[in-house]
């Protein structure tokens, strides 16, 4: 078996107590001063130097190696999602409204698993370990956070390694692959302004429900009509509200929605294609319109080098069989900011506990197989030993869909 298997295994009652006390007690982004204050006291003791307040609420450790040598930056997050838990567990969470429904309490735990095995081994190999325990995941910009308080300076990293806890995934198979991995989600924002008038008079108003209905249905043809068919893209429209009385024709109209893409240039068309449909409706009914972007979260792109490292280190932890290729998710996550950054490669580790109801992320009835907290733990801190033994610099690219070996 693998050295850090074997060892992570011996922390597994660890890792369960770990995580099972952040589960009990789930704290919202920039809010982690609880987790933050546990881990840093982890790492403290582990004789690690500990930086804390990073973004606001994110711990750094730095743990070096026997020599001078590369760095490489291991990113857990540590943020709870406003869900009010319905598992029933022992362990459930103690603060209504507030549930650790991502999985991001067993992340936290691998992080200080991974300190402790690292802290123990760093005679062994070169280089330095930035671990980052990261908050803020869940769409509030823990990411941009950390990096605008300076965690790609002092050292900079030359590689990044994280992953997920993953439940559509079955127990104890692992996803380490190339290219693009996850989408890049944009929240996208319309308001149309027509005229006001009365139900009985529509030749005085200008109906912003229509105009707007209209502009729906033309914004649904941009994925199936301006995107080449093997191109993956997704426009939804998840709210729209206008309009207080039966016999009023509304002055306005509001939709919101989100935008999953895979290519910089895909992105570009569609809001170039959204710009121009959003305006050509409105001229032809005479209303006006506002397009508006926010919580921009790039794609995860894995670099193929560092793939590579993480791919023959995850090997060597679960065995060849365990690893599986999926088609790229929609779902985003926001370690996509430091990839942009530093080459880096993102992995999925299977948790499904396999008791029905329990698999399904951001539900209140979530819970993961903690079988696979010791497993997470050593296919990162072996990819990270893999690196620094390695000291190869990523390719600054990677490949796109459709291009994988
Ligand atoms: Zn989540
Ligand atoms: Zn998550």
């Not at 006291?41 to 070096?64: F, P």
């Not at 300190?115 to 823990?142: D, H, I, R, Y």
């Not at 679960?318 to 926001?334: K, N, R, S």
């Amino acid at each position: 078996m693998n050295d850090y298997l074997l060892r992570a295994q011996d922390l597994r009652d660890e890792l369960v107590a770990w995580r099972r006390d952040f589960h009990r007690h789930p704290e919202l982004g920039f809010e982690e001063h609880r987790t933050a204050a546990i881990v840093a006291g982890h790492l403290q003791k582990l004789g690690i130097e500990t930086t804390t307040g990073v973004g606001k609420t994110g711990v750094v450790g730095l743990i070096e190696g026997v020599r001078p040598g590369p760095t490489v930056l291991l990113r857990v997050d540590m943020d709870a999602l406003p869900v009010h838990e319905a598992t029933g567990l022992p362990f459930a969470s103690e603060t209504p409204g507030k549930m650790h429904a991502c999985g991001h309490d067993g992340h936290t735990a691998i992080g200080m698993g991974v300190a402790q095995m690292l802290a123990e081994t760093s005679a062994n190999w070169p280089g330095c370990v930035k671990l980052l325990f990261q908050p803020a995941e869940e769409g509030l910009g823990g990411a941009l956070a950390t990096i605008a308080s300076g965690v790609l300076q002092n050292p900079a990293p030359d590689m990044c390694f994280g992953l997920h806890l993953w439940n559509p995934l079955p127990a104890g198979r692992v996803i380490v692959q190339p290219g693009p991995f996850m989408a890049a989600a944009d929240h996208f924002e319309v308001s149309i302004r027509g005229r006001g008038a009365h139900g009985a008079q529509p030749e005085l108003a200008v109906d912003a429900i229509l105009v707007a209905a209209e502009a729906v249905g033309m914004l649904h043809t941009i994925v199936s009509r301006n995107l080449p068919p093997q191109e993956t893209a997704v426009l939804s429209v998840g709210s729209f509200h206008a309009g207080k009385a039966f016999n009023v024709i509304a002055e306005e109209a509001i939709f919101d929605g989100t935008l999953r893409t895979f290519d910089a240039a895909v992105r570009d068309r569609l809001i170039e294609r959204m710009q121009a449909i959003l305006a050509g409706v409105c001229q032809a009914y005479e209303a006006a319109f506002d397009l508006r972007f926010f919580d921009y979260t790039p794609a995860v792109d894995n670099d193929l080098i560092a793939t590579r490292i993480a791919l023959a280190a995850a090997t060597e932890v679960v065995g060849a069989e365990a690893l599986l290729q999926i088609t790229p998710l929609m779902v985003a996550e926001d370690m996509s900011e430091i990839m942009n950054r530093v080459p880096g490669c993102y992995i999925m580790v299977g948790a499904d506990p396999g008791t029905e109801g329990r698999g399904t992320h951001h539900n209140p009835r979530f819970d993961i197989d903690e079988a696979q907290l010791p497993v997470a733990a050593a296919i990162l801190a072996a990819t990270a030993v893999r690196f620094l033994e390695q000291g190869q610099s990523g390719t600054g690219s990677s490949m796109k869909q459709g291009e994988r070996p």
